[in-house]
């Protein structure tokens, strides 16, 4: 978004457009908009004094973990929050006042100057009509047009973000459409009357990387087209820093540091957004590092804290930040507003957020702002010397594809796993990345079934699987263990903590296992105390780490983790990850993380596996694969990660895909990533040929670097 | 689409046969018609009682599976055999389907539609007077039998009547016998008869359908596409209706369809109360009487008429639903 900015300004620097920006009319201006639901002590204060204003062709950021009210604020603005919410303050669209207007006044605004992208497409369309009468109605409500000239309308709106056959794609149904494409043309609703505004709540936390690229790319293209300003809520770092202007960093339902992107991320003043910068794992940086969480949780909306929101999880509090709120001011360069009593302290001293969070709570001089963290790293022998603890060869899952009720045939294969090799050697991480339907998740549960697959070998600890007992599968149950994705959903609601904790203890006849679960819950960082309670009276990082103490009961070896941390807010995600990182360094563990978050597996891996459609396309230590990654598809997945880092973002080449997976059922022959792959289409005719009728294997190009990829090359991406 | 309804549909006459044969099998083996000419008086000669009842091939002292396969044969060219009383099932009931269908077609249609309607409109006003009001009022409709609310709209139909002094309500048959008169007469006769019923009918219809369609509709009301609705502009009615009922209408549509194939059957207790000649009735009468094929032939239009509505309603939901048309 920035891009068409400049384009527009004519000029690679940025003055042009906050020269212009300053000129213009606010589109939208909300002033202390306060938002609550219930009465009463119950009230819930979700939102409290947000104000902002943006200009037109102007990005605003707003940026907050889940539950500081940044939805609840833009659906406030829309006028769309249910009627039990009590909204004041001011919302002025245009200059008119639009807060407790009347429908008549908001469907007139809403569509046609202010429109909105939701977070899930997949539930944002209706489902019983098709997608281009939908558009067409969103052109319908506002313009005098025929049902033709509708339709019409919609299909080139359709062509604008990108859908490819878009006439043909128009009749289509929501769910004939992949999730990148329902966005597009959730996207395409909201540019349909060129409007002013244009309210993004979380567009693109619901896609895989490389479509959240597409997706983003599309949203520059539509403010290209419609100069709307656009109000980009997001809880990625990255994301903010790569496309907004200004940035306005939410807490506890209120703005708690605004400036421009620049000052926000160089010049922090605020030390929670210190902390949401310190705790997100960097792409461009190695591991060796721990992240630096935030302590504690944030405060429940109904019973707020006295004082600053912030104070109870603050590195740096001082008496003075539990008397009272402290207001947003300036704080340095101009347009930039921080609210903390130690603002001014900071920008004087110029601490950096390391330096605020690895300090005492009496500042960061007291143990002198150089101290470097002590980070214990145990000796490890070289890779070849340590034990196998897992080891895939060949691995191929194939799901047949059913057809008929009454006589079921098989009309065709998905081949979810195609033949993968990779081994884990003991206190290794294994990081197997790979977007939705790569078949990670498949080669998980292939693996924790202890059975023979249909083709390869899986050996844990060095046991085929495939000549297993029934006693020694129980067995070596013991010494493999697994945490899931959902830490509420994977422990059971009406279980106590002690005795979800217990339950792996009992089924291996462990009697009395009473010390040892309040070791393991001493162990995973929470109060033994705490045993008798249930799952919901835990946050969810609280809960994540109940499922790694159970997992943990037995004493396993491997520890296979499925998307362990992609549930929970990045500072409580730091604390998980640490947590893992030190069990696994003090305990010999060893570990496969299955994630779709590259920048997490580059902080918590050794090693890392990038499948695509079944297959594993690059592998190899984590350094080597990110930092020269040789697959046009790692290159393009590494590319497509936004860096919380707004120079960074500036100067990077993004490799935008075309287009969706293909589908598992049907992969392309050869190279399964041709269809999609960037390099392909530079190839010569004999070349490309050898692409579509030869299907790469993974060969091994330098010291432990392997690449499916015929023509791999060297890139720098990051 | 088509090869998946035809598939169904085979699928269903193999259920059909198979219900019916048993269905057939069952009667024969507990009803005694036998008992219908023992003990009289003066008693009737054996050998005339099993001729008889070898006539109308309810022999007992005849293997079931010789009975079963006479029966099936005339079944197959559509011959359901003969009533106790010697009479043609397929004539006597034919007649009776027809009655059951003006009984019940005004009853289901007022009864789903009120429903629906009534169960959006609480769903959207949840927790409001209205909610409370129709969930309570369903809830008493629902606990209370059919015979017990029959008899009520009957004494106050009656009481009515006296109220204003004149026939209002009628409370017994499908029309006045020998009613002399012009058509608008004869149709306003059929009317005061057909009041009564119907609401009986459509009461629990209303009852049931209006707690089915809260539950969908709630689901519905919450979700983000009626968000997306009404951030393009559309007002919240007209996005409530026609995003949000539209969806929350198609288990609705189809749960229609079944009701109207189970209520072919299953209206006898109004039917036997409002004094309806229908099949409901019948299926009463036929057991008591000892009616075999009457019973087995109703058994096979009972498993008809459901097939036929699960069919319809597996037509309905793929013509509302674009998520389920496959193949």
């Known amino acids: 978004m920035r891009e068409c900015d400049e384009r527009q300004a004519g000029t690679g620097a940025r003055p042009g457009t906050n020269g212009r920006a300053d000129l213009a009319d606010p589109v939208l201006e909300v002033t202390d908009l306060d938002v609550t639901f219930g009465s009463g002590p119950d009230a819930v204060r979700a939102v409290r004094g947000v104000s902002y ?22 659906l406030a603005v829309m006028g769309l929050l249910p009627p039990h919410a009590h909204v004041t303050g001011s919302v002025r669209l245009r200059g008119q006042e639009i807060l407790g207007a009347t429908e008549k006044t908001l469907t007139a605004f809403r569509g046609k100057t202010i429109s909105m992208v939701f977070q899930d497409p997949l539930s944002a369309l209706t489902p019983v009509y098709r997608v281009g009468d939908q558009i067409a109605e969103a052109v319908r409500i506002h313009q005098k047009v025929t049902g033709q000239q509708a339709a019409r309308r919609a299909v080139e709106l359709l062509d604008l973000v990108g859908i490819p056959n878009a006439a043909q794609r128009a009749k289509a149904f929501p769910h004939e459409f992949s999730g990148g494409m329902r966005q597009r043309a959730v996207i395409a609703m909201a540019i349909a009357n060129d409007p002013d505004v244009i309210l993004c709540d979380e567009p693109t936390t619901a896609l895989d990387v490389t479509i959240q690229a597409q997706v983003l790319e599309v949203l520059k293209r539509a403010q290209r087209e419609t100069g709307a300003a656009i109000v980009l809520i997001t809880h990625d770092l990255g994301v903010v820093a790569g496309s907004v202007d200004r940035v306005l960093v939410m807490y506890a339902g209120r703005p708690v540091e605004v400036g421009s ?28 590092q721990p992240l630096v969480p935030i302590e504690g949780n944030p405060p429940s909306p109904s019973a707020l804290p006295p004082g600053c929101p912030f104070e109870p999880r603050c590195p740096i509090a001082v008496p003075a930040c539990a008397e009272a709120e402290p207001a947003l001011e300036p704080v340095g360069s101009p347009g930039h507003l921080a609210a903390c009593v130690r603002a001014g302290e900071i920008e004087a001293e110029g601490w950096s957020p390391a330096q605020v969070y690895h300090a005492g709570t009496g500042g960061p001089d007291e143990q002198g702002p150089e101290t470097p963290p002590v980070h214990l790293r145990p000796v490890r022998l070289p890779r070849d010397e340590r034990d196998v603890v897992l080891e895939v060869k060949d691995l191929t899952k194939h799901h047949p594809l059913m057809k008929g009720a009454l006589f079921r045939r098989r009309v065709g294969t998905v081949h979810a796993v195609d033949g993968i ?4 050697r003991r206190m290794e991480t294994l990081g197997l990345v790979g977007e939705s339907g790569c078949g990670k998740t498949t080669t998980l549960m292939e693996i924790l079934q202890l059975t023979r697959p249909q083709h390869g070998t899986i050996a844990v600890l060095g046991h085929d699987t495939a000549r297993l007992t029934a006693r020694e599968r129980m067995a070596i149950r013991r010494d493999m263990q697994v945490v899931f994705q959902d830490p509420l959903a994977s422990l059971d609601p009406r279980m106590t903590v002690y005795d979800i904790i217990a339950e792996p203890l009992r089924t291996h006849g462990i009697r009395d296992p009473g010390p040892r679960i309040r070791e393991l819950i001493r162990l995973v960082g929470l109060d033994a105390a705490h045993a008798a309670r249930y799952p919901q009276d835990f946050s969810g990082g609280q809960r994540q780490r109940i499922g790694i103490a159970r997992a943990l009961a037995l004493e396993p070896r491997l520890l296979v983790l499925d998307e362990p941390v992609s549930a929970l807010d990045v500072s409580i995600q730091a604390g998980v990850i640490n947590l893992l990182e030190d069990l696994k360094n003090r305990l010999g563990l060893s570990y496969l993380f299955v994630a779709h978050d590259l920048a997490v597996v580059r902080h918590i891996a050794d090693r890392v596996a990038v499948m695509y459609l079944g297959k594993i396309a690059e592998i190899g230590q984590v350094g080597q694969v990110y930092d020269a990654p040789m697959h046009p598809y790692t290159q393009a997945l590494l590319s497509a990660i936004p860096l919380p880092d707004p120079g960074k973002e500036r100067s990077r080449r993004r490799i935008l895909l075309e287009g969706d997976l293909p589908s598992p059922a049907s992969p392309p022959s050869g190279c399964r990533f041709r269809t999609r792959c960037p390099k392909f289409k530079t190839l010569d005719e004999t070349d490309q040929a050898r692409c579509v009728d030869e299907e790469p294997q993974v060969r091994r190009l330098g010291e432990d670097h392997g690449v499916s990829c015929h023509f791999a090359e060297k890139l720098d991406v990051v | 689409m088509a090869g998946f309804l035809l598939r169904r549909l085979l699928n269903y006459l193999v259920l059909i046969v198979v219900a019916t044969s048993l269905a057939y099998m069952l009667a024969a083996g507990a009803l005694d018609p036998r008992s219908n000419y023992e003990g009289r008086n003066p008693p009737i000669p054996q050998a005339v009682i099993d001729a008889r009842l070898t006539e109308l091939n309810l022999n007992d002292r005849t293997p079931l599976f010789d009975r079963y396969l006479t029966w099936a044969g005339g079944v197959v060219h559509g011959d359901f055999g003969k009533t106790v009383a010697g009479g043609s099932v397929g004539e006597d009931l034919g007649r009776r389907a027809g009655v059951t269908l003006r009984l019940i077609t005004i009853g289901l249609i007022l009864g789903s539609v009120t429903g629906v309607f009534v169960g959006a409109y609480a769903a959207v006003k949840q927790y409001g007077v209205f909610d409370r009001l129709s969930t309570g009022a369903s809830f008493v409709v629902l606990a209370v039998p059919t015979v017990v609310l029959a008899n009520i709209l009957i004494i106050a139909g009656v009481w009515f009547n006296g109220l204003v002094g004149a026939q209002v309500f009628l409370v017994s048959g499908e029309a006045t016998p020998g009613l002399q008169g012009g058509f608008a007469t004869q149709a306003a006769d059929r009317l005061q008869h057909l009041i009564l019923p119907t609401l009986s009918l459509s009461l629990g219809l209303i009852a049931v359908y209006s707690r089915y369609q809260r539950n969908m509709m709630l689901d519905v009301l919450g979700a983000d596409f009626i968000r997306t609705a009404m951030a393009k502009g559309l007002r919240r009615r007209t996005a409530l209706t026609r995003h949000a009922l539209r969806t929350a209408l198609i288990p609705a549509v189809t749960y229609f369809a079944f009701t109207f ?15 309806w000649h229908g099949m409901g009735e019948q299926l ?28 319809a309603s597996d037509v309905l939901h793929a013509v509302l639903d674009p998520r389920v048309r496959v193949g």
């Open chain 1, 261 to 288: 992107v620049d000052d926000v991320y160089y010049r922090v003043r605020m030390p929670y957004t210190m902390g949401l910068l310190a705790s997100v794992p960097r792409l461009d940086r190695g591991g060796g």
């Open chain 2, 284 to 311: 009463v009468n036929s057991i008591s009487t000892n009616d075999v094929n009457t019973v087995a032939a109703i058994s096979c239009f009972a498993a008809f008429a459901v097939l036929a509505a699960s069919l």
């Open chain 1, 421 to 424: 090799s990779f081994d884990i």
């Open chain 2, 261 to 275: 194939g189970s209520l072919l059957v299953g209206t006898t207790f109004t039917e036997k109360i409002f004094g």
């Open chain 1, 53 to 74: 204003a943006v200009r037109p062709g102007e990005v605003l950021g707003i940026v907050g973990e889940s539950g500081s009210g940044k939805s609840v604020t833009s």
